[in-house]
Every structure is written in structure tokens, then in C-alpha cells.
């Protein structure tokens, strides 16, 4: 054999080399996931220091007074607002699913979600689906500031008062934006009646809200609610507590006031669109308002986690948030719904004026009746 | 939409998919929150029953009447029956005028509470619409006792009635009586004095007299403005026992306003009516003749009626309730029947009665005039 | 207002129209046949005369071969009145003057029965149907030869199915 070139190959040689690149490949491949996993870990011990150092917080935000409790409290009082309803207009309400119908919210919950989501063609169709969430968060915020006890609160600021309303004063201008996307005029006419609500009652619910705040010297619910440890300020201000009231179920639109969400006239107002899901974030934005004000009136009026000195103090809180969320039910279970026009007459007619008169009442009483002043604790 | 209403006007429609028009519509032109037109629609129900009947034999006829309004299904299949008797010249059994005016009656009151529930229900106070309705199902109990069923009994027929009184229905319409009369005056007060209801309801809807009858309304619409329009007064019917009963018609006459009514004065009205009802109901059980329930001969007479024309009239829950029969010769279905239901002008008159009020009050309007779509669309 | 007795009224009606003839069928009831051309006349007549007209209802009843008949009712309260108006029309489609301006309440019992009838009323503000869906406007439902049985099936546009014939009986099954 001449003039060829004998290939040879040293296949033992070969074969280590296959070994070599393999091992190669995989110590490098493993170096990335080792450098990955170091890095993970690390990020892991950073955020598990960070939480451990912060533990309180974060299960005050995500647990007890946060989220998971304000949602259970919400699921609640739709529950105990459909009961109190029910006997009140003689029926027996939810009583199927669970004990006295307790998982009948759940099972409704579960079916609004669950229906399909179908936006109208005449509606942005964006804003349609970014509003209600946000409408949801928007009235979410303002729990952070309700002082459960002095301990269990998420935070305190020392205007968390003012910060309180700022939120709420944005309710309606989504409650229109949400009207106006929609594209439909029974939306729209809603929209703008759920404005003019909030436009007749802010005045008189902010003014009422004056009252605990100048006794208490803050502008910190927080401050508020602790500066009624000698006396609650539903005895020296019952006036502003009922113009409270009457001015929140006002600002909600429920019963006796709910124009903008009066079924017999325009249908289901600035929600008449939404679907499933949607309409549940709306649904539990009121009842979230509702939960909101009842707390709002205990730490403002009902002096806040005292009461038994033997309870711990959240349980008063809650206790009293009970009674007040009760008496707000009944209020709205046993009115008829007036006009557009009458809320807004009455609320600055009468319930601007008796706010106001409540609060001089109140500070001639300090003067002149002796030994009231002493009671007040000065907050802040 | 006229063309000298401007730019501001929009139209809306309220219904036939609205939550509370059920089986009509409107169109209402809107300027601000202030209606300007009101132009209802009507032939959402529409049946034809007119037609209808015209292929159905007379003793089948009440049942298409009844079927005009259910809630007074007793006195809504009465007219019909009325002109097949007059046509044959019926004579029907003592017993069965006083029971049929009885059970007439009792329509009438079942009628009036489903009816201000639904007024309750269009203000938003549910618990007014729930606590009569359940004072109502005493009334559907006696009626499912007595006929076997709760709206359309077919009670009536020509020449008697088709279901005797025992004690047990006797017993049933007394405890629904007396659970009425019990709860009348406490509903009486929580709607009538409530400041919520009369802001809501005072001047709303205000007509004249003069107008309400060239529009047609008649019945507690008219009464309320005080003029004492009662057929069960002014047309003695042979067939109906209401001269046993002493009793006066119901007018209430606001002295606000004499002359005219508003959404108050009828609620205050027909409030009256229940109590008128129950009075002649409570008389008429204590005169209740033996005897047979009907007369065979008479009945058999329905199956071929001679030639001739009647107008049976009779004054329903919401207004005067007629049939004006037409039969040719040995004819076994009438050849022409034509319906007059009494909300046939209520709501017409809407066109008049609407514009002007705010957008809020349309319902309340509506509402206080006892609509019901069966009526004018038929 | 002044309390009229039914002969009172027929009286002073037969005094101002001499053409109309007056029946009455009991002490509570007029029947009063004029012609078309008068029932503007009359119908002011009462609306003039009669205190508290109220407008039952106005109807028409076929009378078959392009014969109708038309009947405009009044109650009177205080009067204790029934009044019927019968108008004899004739033709394919009849017309006739409207009194929906007299008696608003009326306008809608004409809308009514034109669009059942075909009748058609001179200077009504709104003769747009009523009642009918889109389908049989124009069909005139109540006359006599409108006809309801399986004749219109092709109308409807719907897969006209024939009706399955009868299974014939068995000898000896039937008792």
C-alpha cells in the first residue's frame, strides 16, 4: 500500500478526551449553578434577615390588622349585612352553606370570579380593567392607619387623619372614571350621582371628624383613639357622631342614600357593566368603606381599644367595631332612598351646620363645665 | 325627540332590559336630571288575546282574561263572564254571587299588597316590600285551598262558580284577615308618616282630576283626587252581591291640593281600598246562602250563545276592567271580544303626567299608578 | 257639576243633531249610531255636555266584506252614563276623523285600531303601531280574513313541517 495515508486514530486517546469535555462542560455548568444558587441563597438569607428584623411588621401588614384579616373582616360583614338584612325584612338569608351560611360568600365569591369577562365594545377598554382593581387597593390603604390597639396598627403618622379622607376623597372620581368608560348612559348618570354624593357629604364627614381631633389635640387616629382613655368623645360630641354617620352612608351610597347605585332608577349605577370579577372588586370596595367607617367611628367616637380593662384591647376594639358596624346596618336597612337632589340639600342644610354647632357646643362645655376639661387626655 | 328641545336633551331608554320596567319600555328624553318627553312603548307582553279569544269557547274565555293580570286573576276573568251571562240571560245561584264577590275581594286586597311592595321595593326599602308580601301568601294559602291554586284559579265560569267555601278555605280567609287587619295600622304608620316616603312621594307625579279622566284614568287613580268613581256602586251588577254589604266608597281628597293627586294621596288611597275590601269581605262571610254553587242548565246554555252584544264591567284593583262581547247566532265562540284593561291609560297618561319631574321620580310615577304590562298590552 | 239624566242628555244630543239616532238599551245605557262624518260633532257633544267623560275605550269589530263598525265608549260618574257611538265604515281601508284631540285619552285606543283594523284616523298626531312586532304591521291581525291556521305557515319563514297522519285503528283494538 503506497501513496496512502493511513488514518489512525487513538480511540483510547479519543474516548479520554470525550471524558475530559464532559467533565469540562459539567464542572462548568455546575459552577453557574453553584454561582446561581450562592447568589439565591444569599438573596434568601438577605430577605429572611431583613423579615426576621421586620417580622412584626410584615405579619401585622399581611396577617392580623393587614390584609388576610381585612379581607376576612369584609367576607364578614357582607355575611352579617345579608343576615341583619334578612331579618329585619322577615326572611331567614344565607343559611345553606355552612354553619348559618357562613361559606355562602365564598361560594359567591367563587361564581363572580369564575363568570366570563366581557367588557362592552363602547367602553376604553384599559381603563375599564385597570379601574375597579384600583378603586380595590384605593380603599384598602387606609386600614393601615386604624389603630386596633396601640401595638397592633401597621403604621402612625402624625396626619394619618388627613391621609385617611385624601384616600377616600379618590373613591368617586374612579367610581365616575369607571362610569364614563363604560360607555353607557346609565353608567355615566351614576358616575356623575356617586360625585355628587361624595360632593354633599365630604364636607359635613370631615367636619364631624373635627371635632375628635381638636379635643384630642392630633391629627393621628392613632393619638385620637389613645386620648379617650378617661372619656369617650361620643358623650361630648353625639351630634357630630350621627352627622358622621349619616354623611359616611352618604359617601358609601348605601340605603337611604345610595342614588348612585339606586337599582330601580339606573339600574346598578357606575357598576351596571362591570362583570364578574370587576364587579367584585367594586363590591367589596363598598363593603371595605363600610368596614372602614365603622372602625373610623369607634377610634373617633367610641374611645377606641378601652372598655373592660380585663379584655385585651383589640378585643374591645373589635367588640365595639361590632356594635357600631351593626347599628350601621340597621340604619341602612329601614330607610327609604331619597333623590339626588334631597342628599345633597340635606347634607348642607342640616348636617354641615349641626357638625359645626357640635364642635362649639363642645368647647363652651369644656369652659364652663367644670372638671370636663381634666377628663381629656391631650394627645400627640 | 321634538326639534325645540336643543342640544342638552338626551335620550335614554328606559327598559325593556331595565330592572324595574318589566315588559315595557320607555323613551325618555332627558335634559339635565329633568324628563322633558316621555314617549312609552308598549306591545312587550303583547299576546293577542283578543284574537285569542276568538277561538276559544266561552267557558274557556275567563281563562285567557285571567291571564291579562294574575294578580287579580279573580276579578280580571269576571268581565268576560259577566257578558257571556248577560248574553244568555243567565240567573246564577244566590250562593255563588256572594262567594265570587268574596273571593272578587280578596283579589283585590292581594293585589293592592303585591302592588305597594313593588312601590316599597322601587323606593328601596325592601323590608316594605317583604313584610305584606308575607301577609299576601295567607291570602295565595286560602286561594290554593279553596281552587287549587295560587293565582289563576279559573274560579268563575259562566253561570256560577266552580269551587265551594268549605270551612277550612272559611278558616284560612279569616286568619289571613286577621293577620292583615293586625299588621295594617303598623304598616300604616312606618309608610305614611315616614319623612323618607313623603319627600319621596309628596307632589310627585301630581295630576287634575279633569285631566286624569280625559286621559282615562279611573279607579284608585281617580279616587284619590276625590271623586268617588266606583263601579261597584254606580253599576249594579245582578251577578255581584255587593248591595249586602254596607259599605262607602273610598275616597281620599288631599286637602292640599283638592282636585288632584299625587304619589302620597294614591298610596293613602289604596290604603283605604284594602280597609273597604276588608270590611264588605268580612260582612258578605257572615251572609253566605246554602244552596248549590251552580246551575247546570244555565251552564249548559254557555255552550251556544245567541246572537247579541254585552258589555260586561267590572271595577278591578287598578281601574274599570270591561269586555265588550260580540256573538252571532248559536255561535260557540264570540266574534268579537275586546279588552279594556284599566292600565291601558295609566300608562298613556305617563306621557302627560312625566315631564317635568326629575329623572329619579319616573319610577315613582309609574310605580304609584298600579301598572301592570299584562293590562295594556294583553 | 250638574247631575244629567240619561233622557236629559239623549234629548238635547237628538235636539242639536237631528241626524243621530239614539237607543236606549237600559236606564244606564245610550246607544247612539251617527255617521263618520258627524263623530267630531258628537264626540265634543259630550265632551262639552256630559260632565266627566271618561274615555273607555274606542274598538273596531269586523263585520266582514270590507264592512266595520266602530265604537267609541263614555262613562259618565255623575251622570251615571254609559254611552256607545257606533260608526258603520266601509271600504278596503276605511278612514275617519280622529277625536284623539278631544279625549288625549283616545289616542291610543285609535293607534290601536289602526294598526288592527286598518282604519285609518284623519289628524291622529302618532299613528305608529302599538302593540304589533314589526312582522305584522301592515297585516291588520283582527280583521275577520286574516287567518290564524296553517295557511301563514310560509310567512313565518319557518320549515313548514306536515302535520304526521293519523295511525289508522286496528280492527278490534279500539275497545
Known sequence: MKGGVLLQIDIFGWLNGILGWVSGVLSWVLGIVDAVLAFVWSVIIWVWDLAWANFFLLFKAIVFPGLVFILMLIIFDVWFTRKVWARVQDRRGPFHLGKYGGLQLFADAIKLVAKETIIPEGAKRWMFRFLPGFLLVVVLLPFVFIPWSSTWIIADLSVSLVLVFAFLTAVPVIALLTGWVSGSKYTLIGGFRAANNQFAAEIPLIVSSAGPALLAGSLSILNISQAQSQLWYVLILPISFVTFLVSGIASIGLVPLDAPVADSEVIFGWRTELPGIYFTMTYFAEFAKQVLYSALMVAFFFGGSYGVPTFPPVLNFFLKFLVVLFFFIVVTSSFYRIRQDQIVKYSWKYLMPLSVINIVIALIALVYVPGLAGLLVQGG | ?378 | MSDISPSDFAGSLIRSYPTVTIESKSGQSLMISVTPSMIRDVVQFIADNLPMALPESVFGVDLEDDNYELIYIFWSHPARLLCQIRVQLKGETPSIPTVSDIFPGLEWHERETHEMFGIEFEGHPDLRPLLLPDELVGKYPLRKRFKTDRSRLAESGLPIVKPRPRPKKEEGSGK
Open chain 2, 1 to 378: 325627540m321634538s326639534p325645540d328641545i336643543g342640544d342638552e336633551a338626551v335620550e335614554i331608554w328606559f327598559g325593556p332590559q331595565h330592572v324595574s320596567a318589566h315588559g315595557w319600555a320607555a323613551k325618555l328624553t332627558v335634559v339635565g336630571d329633568y324628563i322633558v318627553e316621555c314617549d312609552p312603548h308598549a306591545g312587550y307582553f303583547h299576546r293577542s288575546a283578543e284574537k285569542v279569544l276568538e277561538f276559544r269557547t266561552f267557558k274557556q274565555g275567563g281563562l285567557v282574561l285571567e291571564r291579562m293580570c294574575m294578580l287579580e286573576a279573580f276579578l280580571a276573568e269576571y268581565p268576560y263572564i259577566s257578558a257571556v251571562e248577560q248574553i244568555a240571560g243567565m240567573e246564577i245561584p244566590e250562593r255563588a254571587k256572594v262567594l265570587r264577590t268574596i273571593m272578587m275581594e280578596a283579589s283585590r286586597i292581594h293585589s293592592l299588597q303585591f302592588w305597594w311592595g313593588q312601590l316599597s321595593a322601587e323606593l328601596g326599602l325592601f323590608a316594605m316590600t317583604l313584610w305584606p308580601w308575607v301577609d299576601r301568601e295567607f291570602f295565595l294559602d286560602t286561594f290554593e285551598e279553596l281552587t287549587g291554586s295560587r293565582h289563576a284559579a279559573s274560579f268563575s265560569t259562566p253561570g256560577g262558580i266552580r269551587y265551594d267555601f268549605t270551612d277550612k278555605v272559611r278558616q284560612k280567609l279569616l286568619r289571613a284577615i286577621g293577620r292583615l287587619e293586625s299588621n295594617l295600622p303598623k304598616f300604616k304608620d312606618m309608610l305614611l308618616r315616614s319623612p323618607t316616603f313623603k319627600m319621596r312621594t309628596k307632589d310627585v307625579g301630581l295630576f287634575n282630576a279633569e285631566d286624569g279622566i280625559k286621559w282615562g284614568l279611573s279607579g284608585p287613580n281617580i279616587k284619590s283626587c276625590g271623586i268617588p268613581m266606583d263601579l261597584r256602586k254606580d253599576w249594579p251588577d245582578p251577578n255581584l252581591a255587593y248591595d249586602l254589604a254596607d259599605w262607602e266608597v273610598p275616597v281620599y281628597e288631599n286637602p292640599e291640593h283638592p282636585g288632584q293627586s299625587d304619589a302620597y294621596d294614591r298610596m293613602v288611597q289604596r290604603f283605604m281600598e284594602i280597609e273597604t275590601s276588608v270590611s264588605i269581605i268580612k260582612q258578605l262571610l257572615d251572609q253566605i246562602p246554602d244552596g248549590p254553587i251552580v246551575d247546570p242548565k244555565a251552564r249548559a246554555k254557555a255552550n251556544r250563545l245567541p246572537a247579541g252584544e254585552a258589555y260586561g264591567r267590572v271595577e278591578g284593583t287598578r281601574g274599570i276592567t270591561t269586555v265588550w262581547l260580540k256573538t252571532q247566532d248559536k255561535a260557540q265562540t264570540p266574534w268579537r271580544a275586546k279588552i279594556r284593561g284599566p292600565c291601558f291609560a295609566s300608562y298613556y297618561s305617563l306621557k302627560h303626567m312625566v315631564p317635568g319631574s326629575t329623572f329619579a321620580d319616573f319610577v315613582v310615577v309609574f310605580g304609584s299608578l298600579d301598572p301592570y304590562p299584562g293590562w295594556w298590552d294583553r
